[in-house]
Structure formats: C-alpha cells, structure tokens
C-alpha cells in the first residue's frame, strides 16, 4: 500500500500538509512535537569561541540559532597580511554552516528575566521588513567578543583605522595606496609627500607589530617599484606606553611624553589604533542587569556559567573564568583537619584528611556536579586531581609548622602513592625556605 503525503499553499505563505494514511499522518505528527521539544541554543557570535562551540555541538538535538553581524568565521591572525596583499580576503574566511539557523544582525540586548535577545539587523533597511526582532532562548552563549577600546581619546574613532575585522584589513590596504598617489602628484612640497607617506602605528602588541613588520614589507618590496621617486620619504612609527596620545586629527596626532611631561605633535598619512579592545555596549548592560557592573568582562565559573544568570554561558574575550580559590579551600582543609587546634598537623591528622579526600573525590566520579553536556548525555567533572590538592595542603603546612622528613603511604584505587616531603631551614631564616615534594605511584 502507498501512502501519499500532500500539501497545499495557503494565502499567507504557510503550508498545508496531510497524509492519505493514518499511519504516516501519526509519523508526522511525532515528529513535529519532537520538533518542538528540543531545547533553544541562541549563540551570539561567528568568532573564534562561537565557531568552536557550534563546531562540537550536536545541532540533532538542539533548536540551534546564531546571530551575528558577519555571516562568516575570520582567521584574525592573518588580517595584518590582507592590510598588504600578502594574503587575500577570501582566503581567510569560513562561510557559515548551512545547517543551522543564522540571522545577520546585531544583539542590542539580553533580557535574561524573560530569556529574550533583542536584535537589529545592518542589511539596506531600503529593503521590505523591519529590520529590528526578538528572540527567545532556553540556553544563551554570549560569544560576541569585544570591541577597540580607544580610551575616549578625542579623534581615535573619526581619524583613525581599526584591525579587528576583514573590512579594516581593506580599508587600510586602500588607504596605503592614496596615499602613495596623493604623495606622488605634481605640485606637492617635500614636506607634504613626507607627511602623506608618515604611517603611524598606537600600540606595540602582537596586531601593531605585525602589522608594521607587513607594512614595511610592502613598501620596500613592492611600492618603491611602483613610486620610485618617493621611496626615500616613507617613515613608519610605532608608539608604545612611553607617550600617551592626547588627541588624533585628520592629518596631525598629539602625544604626551610620560617621563618628561612633553608634548609633541607630528604629521602622518594614516594612522592604525590597535591598543587593546574593550566590553561591548550589549555586554556592559547585560552586566548591570546581573549585579557585575563594577567589571570589564562577564564573569563565569569553571563552566563558562555566567555567574548570577541561569542558562546563560560567555565565552571569549567578553569574558573571564572567575577561578575557584584553591588556597581558601585548603585553608579549610587543614582547620577540618586539625582536630585539637593546635596550629599544626600529625602525620595521622594529615593522613585521615587525605583518604577522606579520596572518598569525597571518588563520590564526586559517580555524581558529578558539573553543568549538562551539551554533545552527549550526563554532566561534567571536575578535574582537580588529587596531586593538585596534595601539593596545595602541603604548602599550607609549610606555612604553619615545620616537618621532619617522613614517608606516607595510603592505598588510592589501584595503587599506592608513596609521598616524601621534606622542609628545610635556612639557618639565617625563622620561617622555612625550602619545600620539597616527590610523589611516585607504585603498583599495589
């Protein structure tokens, strides 16, 4: 027998569909409640934390959606090279996956009461439709990285070139050439094809370094063929934390030197700002909204939780792992330990504390208390091991008493570690200088 599935076009675009048989019509059915029921993953972001999220993700068994200004992935690293032709634009990009769901916008906000995102999207608005929505979601991933911090320096944003995205690498690349053009047309002084062709880099990290290395490149490799009656008048400058930038204007910037208070001004052609990034508008409301407005970044636990939001998690540069203080847990440790509060620990107080973190540790393995795995079923350890928590106690010991050399075996699992530590004084020193600790394992 042959079921036939039909369907028809209704007038406001929507789709009719029934099946012939009673069997096929309860199949579809399922499905689309199976449909329905798969939890919402909104990820905000194509960059390097969103693309490797999505990459490990198991879309089957999420509602997957992503918003993001730029419908592709860019390999940063290589931007300095686009500036200069080293490397092509389209050798550097990743289109993005077809199988999930991608709205081209921009998050203008995180509603986490409601679990909503508004977004705005930077297509024509000329086109039909309006161009701002909302979205809901059951886990939200913030991974919208951050932005050129400029230090509210008068005339950064109006007069200077960024290098965070494809579109700067270009932009800088067309500048380059005008303004070798401009220096080269007839009627110009010297002095003005000098400071046409005075490019000037802020900041001396890793992006502002590179770049000038390509720039330099560039110029004295491929431009000089081009222009050879400026080749001599081409200057690169790079300015590091020795002089503060006051303010930048279309054809002058204007530093502070910081070890003698001067101030000094010079031409340039161009100018490329790459002194660190800063949090996004979207991020720093969403910090407020969840009691972090005092911080630059998100702050998460060890599970990139967001910390005072439920089901929202941030990744990237919009946020920090707010490690766990192994140190105050020790404290705890030892003064759980140290049963007749004498400040000091026995080797049978120091022994009854560790197997009882090897039972603890051993509960932990059967019930994790980790966040859900997103790819596949039950929840995430914690991976402290119990060297880390070894080493950690013994430092704190080292600081309350000293210890004789002594030699502690206890059964772990399957094998015996057998531990040698061993502290000594300096003769000239009342607290301890030196703390050793060997551990090797041994089979049982």
């Known amino acids: 027998m042959i079921s036939l599935l039909r369907g028809y076009l209704i007038e406001d675009g929507g789709l009719i569909a029934y099946a012939d048989s009673p069997a096929e019509g309860k199949r579809l059915a399922a499905h689309d409640q199976k449909e329905t029921q798969k939890k919402k993953v909104l990820v905000l972001g194509t960059g390097w934390a969103g693309t490797s999220f999505l990459k490990d993700l198991d879309i089957s068994n999420y509602d997957v959606q992503v918003v993001s200004p730029r419908n592709y992935f860019a390999f940063t690293p290589l931007l300095p090279s686009v500036t200069c032709g080293t490397v092509e634009a389209r050798s550097i990009v990743e289109p993005r996956n077809g199988e999930i769901k991608f709205w081209e916008a921009e998050c203008l906000k995180v509603d986490p009461t409601n679990k909503k995102v508004f977004c705005r999207s930077n297509i024509d608005e000329n086109l039909a439709g309006n161009n701002e929505f909302s979205l809901e979601y059951d886990y939200l991933i913030i991974a919208i990285g951050a932005q050129v911090n400029t230090f509210n320096t008068p005339g950064v944003m109006e007069h200077c070139h960024f290098l965070k995205e494809v579109e700067d690498a270009q932009r800088i690349r067309r500048t380059v050439i005008d303004c070798f053009e401009k220096a080269v047309l007839p009627g110009l002084t010297e002095e003005e094809r000098r400071t046409n062709l005075h490019f000037v880099i802020v900041g001396g990290g890793p992006t502002g370094v590179e770049f000038a290395a390509e720039l330099h490149d560039f110029v004295h490799e491929d431009l000089v063929k081009i222009y050879p009656s400026v080749k001599d008048l ?49 991020v720093k409301d969403f910090m407020e909204q969840i009691g972090q407005g005092n911080r630059r970044v998100l702050a998460t636990d060890e599970w990139l939780r967001v910390k005072g939001c439920e089901e929202v998690y941030a990744l990237g540069d919009c946020a920090t792992v707010d490690q766990k203080k192994i140190v105050e847990d020790i404290a705890e440790i030892f003064k759980a330990a140290d049963k007749d509060n004498s400040g000091t620990l026995t080797i049978e107080e120091f022994q009854d504390v560790i197997e009882d973190i090897v039972i603890r540790m051993e509960k932990c393995k059967q019930n994790p208390e980790g966040p859900r795995k997103f790819r596949s079923g039950g929840r995430h350890e914690f991976r402290l091991s119990g060297t880390d928590i070894l080493v950690n106690l013994l430092h704190l010991a080292e600081s ?45």
């Open 234 to 282: 081409v200057s690169i400058t790079v300015i590091q934390s020795g002089h503060r930038v006051m303010s930048v204007s279309d054809r002058m910037i204007n530093m502070r030197t910081k070890s003698t208070g001067e101030d000094i001004s010079i031409p340039h052609g161009m100018v490329v700002w790459s002194t660190g990034v800063g949090t996004r508008p979207v």
């Open 400 to 444: 309350k008493q000293q210890l004789s050399c002594q030699e502690i075996g206890f059964p772990w699992a399957e094998y015996t570690m057998a531990m040698v530590f061993c502290i000594r004084k300096d003769s000239s020193m009342t607290t301890m200088s030196r703390f050793l600790v060997s551990v090797w394992f041994s089979g049982s």
